[in-house]
Protein backbone atom coordinates (compact mmCIF):
# COMPACT_ATOMS: atom_id res chain seq x y z
CA UNK A 1 0.00 0.00 0.00
CA UNK A 2 1.09 3.68 -0.63
CA UNK A 3 1.83 6.38 1.61
CA UNK A 4 2.75 10.05 1.22
CA UNK A 5 6.84 11.01 2.46
CA UNK A 6 8.47 13.98 3.22
CA UNK A 7 9.93 16.39 0.79
CA UNK A 8 13.73 15.78 0.33
CA UNK A 9 15.43 19.20 1.12
CA UNK A 10 19.35 18.64 -0.56
CA UNK A 11 21.72 21.55 0.18
CA UNK A 12 24.01 23.06 -2.86
CA UNK A 13 26.79 26.13 -2.59
CA UNK A 14 27.35 25.71 -6.09
CA UNK A 15 25.46 25.85 -9.72
CA UNK A 16 26.96 22.42 -10.26
CA UNK A 17 25.49 21.00 -6.73
CA UNK A 18 21.86 22.27 -7.29
CA UNK A 19 22.54 20.11 -10.92
CA UNK A 20 23.37 17.46 -8.75
CA UNK A 21 20.45 17.89 -6.03
CA UNK A 22 17.94 17.82 -9.51
CA UNK A 23 19.65 14.84 -10.99
CA UNK A 24 19.30 12.85 -8.12
CA UNK A 25 15.36 13.45 -7.10
CA UNK A 26 15.60 16.51 -4.59
CA UNK A 27 12.04 17.70 -4.33
CA UNK A 28 13.49 21.23 -2.85
CA UNK A 29 17.33 22.76 -3.10
CA UNK A 30 17.95 25.58 -0.43
CA UNK A 31 21.73 27.45 -1.03
CA UNK A 32 22.60 31.20 -0.51
CA UNK A 33 23.60 34.12 -2.30
CA UNK A 34 26.65 36.42 -2.31
CA UNK A 35 26.03 37.51 1.22
CA UNK A 36 23.53 37.56 4.30
CA UNK A 37 23.61 33.68 5.11
CA UNK A 38 25.70 30.99 7.41
CA UNK A 39 28.04 30.16 5.64
CA UNK A 40 30.84 32.07 4.42
CA UNK A 41 33.43 31.69 1.12
CA UNK A 42 32.82 28.34 -0.28
CA UNK A 43 29.08 27.73 -0.36
CA UNK A 44 28.13 31.01 -2.35
CA UNK A 45 26.10 31.60 -5.59
CA UNK A 46 25.59 34.53 -7.05
CA UNK A 47 22.22 35.83 -8.49
CA UNK A 48 22.63 35.01 -12.14
CA UNK A 49 23.17 31.69 -10.90
CA UNK A 50 20.37 31.99 -8.54
CA UNK A 51 18.16 32.89 -11.23
CA UNK A 52 19.42 29.99 -13.46
CA UNK A 53 19.07 27.42 -10.13
CA UNK A 54 15.03 28.63 -10.13
CA UNK A 55 14.75 28.34 -14.00
CA UNK A 56 16.00 24.48 -13.74
CA UNK A 57 14.05 23.57 -10.22
CA UNK A 58 10.72 25.14 -11.53
CA UNK A 59 11.42 22.90 -14.48
CA UNK A 60 11.48 20.27 -13.11
CA UNK A 61 9.23 20.46 -10.40
CA UNK A 62 11.58 21.44 -7.38
CA UNK A 63 11.77 24.52 -5.08
CA UNK A 64 14.69 26.67 -4.22
CA UNK A 65 14.74 27.87 -0.87
CA UNK A 66 17.17 31.31 0.05
CA UNK A 67 19.16 30.89 3.09
CA UNK A 68 18.40 34.66 4.65
CA UNK A 69 19.41 33.31 8.29
CA UNK A 70 22.01 35.45 10.05
CA UNK A 71 21.84 37.80 12.84
CA UNK A 72 21.13 41.40 11.04
CA UNK A 73 22.81 44.29 12.44
CA UNK A 74 20.96 47.65 12.45
CA UNK A 75 22.77 49.15 9.51
CA UNK A 76 22.41 46.02 7.63
CA UNK A 77 18.98 45.79 7.23
CA UNK A 78 18.12 48.28 3.92
CA UNK A 79 21.02 46.54 2.12
CA UNK A 80 19.54 43.42 3.02
CA UNK A 81 15.80 43.66 2.58
CA UNK A 82 17.17 45.37 -0.99
CA UNK A 83 18.89 42.23 -1.28
CA UNK A 84 16.27 39.69 -0.70
CA UNK A 85 13.73 41.42 -3.04
CA UNK A 86 16.49 40.93 -6.07
CA UNK A 87 16.40 37.04 -5.11
CA UNK A 88 12.68 37.34 -4.70
CA UNK A 89 12.74 38.84 -8.29
CA UNK A 90 15.40 35.72 -9.76
CA UNK A 91 12.46 33.49 -8.27
CA UNK A 92 12.75 32.11 -5.08
CA UNK A 93 9.79 30.03 -3.53
CA UNK A 94 10.69 31.20 0.23
CA UNK A 95 13.41 32.56 2.39
CA UNK A 96 14.93 30.96 5.63
CA UNK A 97 15.23 32.99 8.53
CA UNK A 98 16.83 33.47 11.70
CA UNK A 99 16.49 36.94 12.73
CA UNK A 100 12.90 38.03 14.26
CA UNK A 101 13.11 41.32 13.43
CA UNK A 102 13.92 40.22 9.76
CA UNK A 103 10.85 38.12 9.92
CA UNK A 104 8.41 41.28 11.06
CA UNK A 105 10.17 43.06 8.59
CA UNK A 106 9.52 40.67 5.54
CA UNK A 107 5.87 39.84 6.26
CA UNK A 108 5.35 43.42 5.52
CA UNK A 109 7.53 44.35 2.91
CA UNK A 110 7.22 40.86 1.38
CA UNK A 111 3.66 39.31 2.36
CA UNK A 112 3.60 37.29 -0.70
CA UNK A 113 7.01 35.22 0.20
CA UNK A 114 7.41 32.66 2.05
CA UNK A 115 8.93 32.51 5.52
CA UNK A 116 10.84 29.12 7.12
CA UNK A 117 12.05 29.60 10.16
CA UNK A 118 15.46 28.56 10.64
CA UNK A 119 17.08 25.89 12.99
CA UNK A 120 18.85 28.36 14.70
CA UNK A 121 15.77 29.41 16.39
CA UNK A 122 16.08 26.62 18.28
CA UNK A 123 12.65 25.87 18.16
CA UNK A 124 12.15 22.69 20.39
CA UNK A 125 8.84 22.91 22.19
CA UNK A 126 5.27 24.19 21.05
CA UNK A 127 5.69 27.12 22.72
CA UNK A 128 8.57 28.17 20.52
CA UNK A 129 6.30 26.91 17.30
CA UNK A 130 3.70 28.69 18.34
CA UNK A 131 5.58 32.29 18.41
CA UNK A 132 6.90 31.77 15.10
CA UNK A 133 3.60 30.82 13.87
CA UNK A 134 2.12 34.43 15.51
CA UNK A 135 5.11 36.04 13.89
CA UNK A 136 4.14 34.78 10.44
CA UNK A 137 6.23 31.82 9.21
CA UNK A 138 5.02 29.35 7.05
CA UNK A 139 7.04 26.84 8.10
CA UNK A 140 10.17 25.94 11.10
CA UNK A 141 12.74 23.75 10.93
CA UNK A 142 12.85 22.32 13.82
CA UNK A 143 15.78 22.17 16.48
CA UNK A 144 17.73 19.05 16.11
CA UNK A 145 17.76 18.20 19.44
CA UNK A 146 14.40 17.69 19.29
CA UNK A 147 13.15 13.91 19.89
CA UNK A 148 10.50 11.85 17.84
CA UNK A 149 7.79 12.53 21.44
CA UNK A 150 8.86 16.15 21.02
CA UNK A 151 7.91 16.52 17.02
CA UNK A 152 4.64 14.43 17.58
CA UNK A 153 4.05 16.98 21.06
CA UNK A 154 4.45 20.46 18.13
CA UNK A 155 2.27 19.22 15.50
CA UNK A 156 -0.61 18.27 18.09
CA UNK A 157 -0.32 22.19 19.26
CA UNK A 158 0.19 23.54 15.93
CA UNK A 159 -0.84 21.63 13.21
CA UNK A 160 -0.91 24.36 10.56
CA UNK A 161 3.02 25.37 10.95
CA UNK A 162 5.07 23.21 8.34
CA UNK A 163 7.62 21.06 10.36
CA UNK A 164 10.92 20.67 8.69
CA UNK A 165 13.91 18.77 10.00
CA UNK A 166 17.50 17.26 9.56
CA UNK A 167 17.72 13.81 8.69
CA UNK A 168 21.69 14.11 7.34
CA UNK A 169 24.75 15.32 8.10
CA UNK A 170 26.70 17.86 10.45
CA UNK A 171 25.80 18.61 14.09
CA UNK A 172 26.97 21.37 16.02
CA UNK A 173 27.75 20.22 19.97
CA UNK A 174 26.01 23.40 20.49
CA UNK A 175 22.37 24.49 20.01
CA UNK A 176 22.73 24.95 16.24
CA UNK A 177 24.30 28.43 15.56
CA UNK A 178 24.32 29.08 18.93
CA UNK A 179 27.53 28.35 19.81
CA UNK A 180 30.24 30.93 21.12
CA UNK A 181 33.40 29.00 21.44
CA UNK A 182 34.66 29.88 17.14
CA UNK A 183 33.82 34.09 17.96
CA UNK A 184 35.90 33.33 21.60
CA UNK A 185 38.83 31.66 19.99
CA UNK A 186 39.06 33.01 16.65
CA UNK A 187 36.40 35.76 16.45
CA UNK A 188 34.58 34.08 13.69
CA UNK A 189 30.86 34.28 14.50
CA UNK A 190 28.87 31.20 14.05
CA UNK A 191 25.83 33.02 13.64
CA UNK A 192 27.17 35.87 11.19
CA UNK A 193 28.41 32.56 8.85
CA UNK A 194 31.91 32.53 9.72
CA UNK A 195 32.38 29.34 12.72
CA UNK A 196 36.10 28.32 12.61
CA UNK A 197 34.50 24.34 13.80
CA UNK A 198 36.27 25.01 16.67
CA UNK A 199 35.18 22.00 17.98
CA UNK A 200 36.05 19.65 15.63
CA UNK A 201 39.79 20.06 16.97
CA UNK A 202 41.42 17.48 19.19
CA UNK A 203 42.01 18.70 23.24
CA UNK A 204 43.38 17.59 26.01
CA UNK A 205 41.76 17.75 29.55
CA UNK A 206 43.43 18.55 32.33
CA UNK A 207 43.29 18.97 35.84
CA UNK A 208 44.03 22.21 36.62
CA UNK A 209 44.93 21.93 40.02
CA UNK A 210 46.86 18.96 39.70
CA UNK A 211 47.90 19.33 35.52
CA UNK A 212 46.95 15.70 35.56
CA UNK A 213 45.89 15.05 32.23
CA UNK A 214 42.44 13.28 32.23
CA UNK A 215 41.71 12.48 29.27
CA UNK A 216 42.35 13.58 25.64
CA UNK A 217 41.19 13.33 21.71
CA UNK A 218 38.13 14.58 20.00
CA UNK A 219 36.22 15.68 23.09
CA UNK A 220 33.16 17.92 21.85
CA UNK A 221 33.36 16.92 17.82
CA UNK A 222 29.59 15.33 17.15
CA UNK A 223 29.29 12.89 15.19
CA UNK A 224 27.32 13.12 11.87
CA UNK A 225 23.35 12.82 12.07
CA UNK A 226 22.32 9.75 9.76
CA UNK A 227 18.88 8.94 10.36
CA UNK A 228 17.97 6.25 7.80
CA UNK A 229 16.92 3.71 10.44
CA UNK A 230 14.29 6.14 11.95
CA UNK A 231 12.37 7.82 8.42
CA UNK A 232 8.96 5.79 9.02
CA UNK A 233 8.65 7.50 12.15
CA UNK A 234 9.64 10.85 11.46
CA UNK A 235 7.22 10.73 8.66
CA UNK A 236 4.80 9.46 10.94
CA UNK A 237 5.13 12.28 13.32
CA UNK A 238 4.09 14.88 10.97
CA UNK A 239 7.60 16.40 9.39
CA UNK A 240 7.12 17.96 6.32
CA UNK A 241 10.53 17.75 5.01
CA UNK A 242 13.59 16.07 5.50
CA UNK A 243 16.78 18.14 5.45
CA UNK A 244 20.13 17.62 4.40
CA UNK A 245 22.93 19.26 5.83
CA UNK A 246 26.28 20.44 3.48
CA UNK A 247 26.13 23.54 1.44
CA UNK A 248 30.22 23.76 1.98
CA UNK A 249 30.23 20.17 0.51
CA UNK A 250 31.09 19.06 -2.75
CA UNK A 251 28.75 18.08 -5.75
CA UNK A 252 29.67 14.48 -5.20
CA UNK A 253 28.19 14.49 -2.07
CA UNK A 254 25.27 16.26 -2.47
CA UNK A 255 24.48 13.41 -5.54
CA UNK A 256 25.32 10.82 -3.19
CA UNK A 257 23.44 11.65 -0.14
CA UNK A 258 20.81 12.45 -2.23
CA UNK A 259 20.27 9.79 -3.90
CA UNK A 260 20.11 7.19 -1.29
CA UNK A 261 17.47 9.27 0.69
CA UNK A 262 15.70 9.75 -2.58
CA UNK A 263 15.68 5.61 -2.88
CA UNK A 264 14.72 4.81 0.85
CA UNK A 265 12.16 7.69 0.43
CA UNK A 266 10.32 6.22 -2.66
CA UNK A 267 10.46 2.34 -1.24
CA UNK A 268 8.97 4.24 2.29
CA UNK A 269 6.28 5.83 -0.60
CA UNK A 270 5.75 1.77 -1.81
CA UNK A 271 4.69 0.92 1.82
CA UNK A 272 7.85 -0.63 2.38
CA UNK A 273 9.23 0.73 6.20
CA UNK A 274 11.98 -1.33 6.59
CA UNK A 275 15.22 0.29 7.50
CA UNK A 276 17.61 0.06 4.90
CA UNK A 277 20.90 -2.47 5.23
CA UNK A 278 24.39 -1.56 5.86
CA UNK A 279 25.17 -2.10 2.22
CA UNK A 280 22.38 0.56 1.27
CA UNK A 281 24.18 2.61 3.45
CA UNK A 282 27.34 2.66 2.24
CA UNK A 283 27.72 4.63 -0.33
CA UNK A 284 26.67 7.49 2.49
CA UNK A 285 29.38 6.06 4.89
CA UNK A 286 32.30 6.40 1.97
CA UNK A 287 31.77 9.60 0.51
CA UNK A 288 32.02 11.20 4.27
CA UNK A 289 31.87 10.06 7.36
CA UNK A 290 32.65 10.97 11.14
CA UNK A 291 31.09 8.21 12.66
CA UNK A 292 27.28 8.35 12.42
CA UNK A 293 24.38 8.78 14.67
CA UNK A 294 20.66 8.73 14.97
CA UNK A 295 20.69 11.82 16.34
CA UNK A 296 18.12 12.36 18.94
CA UNK A 297 14.91 10.14 17.01
CA UNK A 298 15.98 7.91 19.16
CA UNK A 299 16.21 9.36 22.27
CA UNK A 300 18.65 11.49 23.82
CA UNK A 301 22.40 10.25 22.76
CA UNK A 302 24.49 11.29 25.37
CA UNK A 303 28.00 10.29 25.13
CA UNK A 304 27.83 8.14 22.02
CA UNK A 305 26.68 11.65 20.31
CA UNK A 306 30.41 12.43 20.37
CA UNK A 307 32.84 11.05 17.98
CA UNK A 308 36.06 11.31 20.61
CA UNK A 309 38.24 9.92 18.05
CA UNK A 310 36.99 10.59 14.57
CA UNK A 311 38.50 13.27 12.73
CA UNK A 312 36.78 14.81 9.93
CA UNK A 313 37.15 12.89 6.90
CA UNK A 314 36.41 11.71 3.03
CA UNK A 315 36.01 8.34 2.19
CA UNK A 316 36.46 8.35 -1.67
CA UNK A 317 37.07 5.45 -3.54
CA UNK A 318 40.77 4.93 -4.09
CA UNK A 319 40.10 5.45 -8.01
CA UNK A 320 41.41 8.59 -10.41
CA UNK A 321 37.81 9.30 -11.30
CA UNK A 322 34.62 8.83 -9.28
CA UNK A 323 31.23 8.09 -11.22
CA UNK A 324 28.38 8.35 -9.05
CA UNK A 325 25.29 7.19 -11.03
CA UNK A 326 21.89 9.20 -10.61
CA UNK A 327 17.95 9.70 -11.59
CA UNK A 328 18.39 9.89 -15.29
CA UNK A 329 22.36 11.57 -15.19
CA UNK A 330 25.63 10.98 -14.13
CA UNK A 331 28.04 13.29 -12.43
CA UNK A 332 31.59 12.88 -13.43
CA UNK A 333 34.29 14.52 -11.22
CA UNK A 334 38.54 14.07 -10.80
CA UNK A 335 39.08 13.43 -7.41
CA UNK A 336 42.36 14.79 -6.54
CA UNK A 337 44.62 13.09 -3.95
CA UNK A 338 43.52 15.15 -0.47
CA UNK A 339 40.40 16.51 -2.01
CA UNK A 340 39.31 16.97 1.72
CA UNK A 341 42.13 20.00 2.04
CA UNK A 342 40.64 21.72 -0.22
CA UNK A 343 42.07 21.03 -3.83
CA UNK A 344 39.05 21.37 -6.00
CA UNK A 345 37.48 18.73 -8.94
CA UNK A 346 37.01 19.91 -12.40
CA UNK A 347 33.99 21.19 -12.44
CA UNK A 348 33.42 21.98 -15.79
CA UNK A 349 34.31 18.50 -16.82
CA UNK A 350 31.15 17.34 -14.67
CA UNK A 351 28.99 19.92 -16.37
CA UNK A 352 29.85 18.77 -19.49
CA UNK A 353 28.57 15.18 -18.45
CA UNK A 354 25.15 16.31 -17.05
CA UNK A 355 22.13 15.80 -19.59
CA UNK A 356 20.96 19.42 -21.36
CA UNK A 357 17.74 18.93 -19.78
CA UNK A 358 19.40 19.86 -16.17
CA UNK A 359 22.07 22.49 -18.14
CA UNK A 360 19.78 25.32 -18.43
CA UNK A 361 20.23 28.74 -20.34
CA UNK A 362 23.59 29.31 -21.25
Not at 146 to 155: F, G, K, P, Q, V
Request: charged share 25%; glycine share 10%; with cysteine.
Amino acid sequence: MSRPVPELLAPAGSLDAVRAALGNGADAIYLGVDKFNARDEGAQLTLDDLEQSCSLAHAHGARIYLTFNILFKPAELHDALHHLGECIDRGIDAAIVQDLGAVRLIRKLYPGLEIHGSTQMTVHDERGARVLRDLGCDRVVLARENTLDDIRAIRRAVPELVLESFVHGALCIAYSGQCYMSGMISERSANRGSCAQSCRKDYVLADTASGAELDRGYLISARDLGAWEHLAEIADAGIHTLKVEGRKKKPEYVATVTHGYREFLDRLAAGDSRPPTPAEVQPLVQIFSRGFTGGMYGGRAGRDYVTRTQQTEWKLPPQDELMIATRGAHVFGEVLKGMAGGNNCDHHQKARQIPERLRGPR
